[in-house]
């Protein structure tokens, strides 16, 4: 017995995989020589991403305008956004490091266990 699968836009998946590869690779790149040696900055942005470049952007300056203590939580461009400052990271672990979700996800948990792998002794 076979399952039907629903029929998916092959564009549509395209176009969401650039959205995230765009801004994803956007804000990596340019906040890695932001964040000092020993920490990293996990971000989280909520599906789809309509805005890509001023969604970035705007990351880019929560960021830019002080790392955050602990966490930051806001809607850009109709996307959650979160941010949250991982100290006491090895070096050899990336400085930036962002994911996409849907927007049922927990983006808690995806910033948790984010957290435990960059903490990660090896």
Do not use: W, Y
């Not at 549509?12 to 890695?32: C, N, P, S, Y």
């Not at 849907?102 to 435990?116: F, H, Q, T, V, Y």
């Amino acid at each position: 017995m076979s399952a039907e699968v629903p029929a998916v836009e092959a564009a549509t998946i395209e176009r969401f995989d650039k959205a995230v590869v765009r801004l994803v690779g956007r804000v990596t790149a340019d906040l890695a020589q932001v964040v000092p040696e020993d920490q990293t900055i996990v971000f989280t942005v909520s599906a789809p991403i309509r805005l890509p470049a001023k969604t970035a952007a705007a990351l880019e300056s929560m960021v830019r305008s002080g790392l955050p203590e602990r966490e930051l939580r806001s809607i850009v461009h109709g996307n959650q956004v979160q941010v949250r400052r991982v100290t006491g990271v090895p070096s050899s672990m990336p400085r930036v490091v962002g994911f996409v979700h849907n927007p049922e996800s927990d983006a808690g948990l995806i910033l948790d266990l984010a957290r435990s792998r960059l903490l990660e002794r090896r």
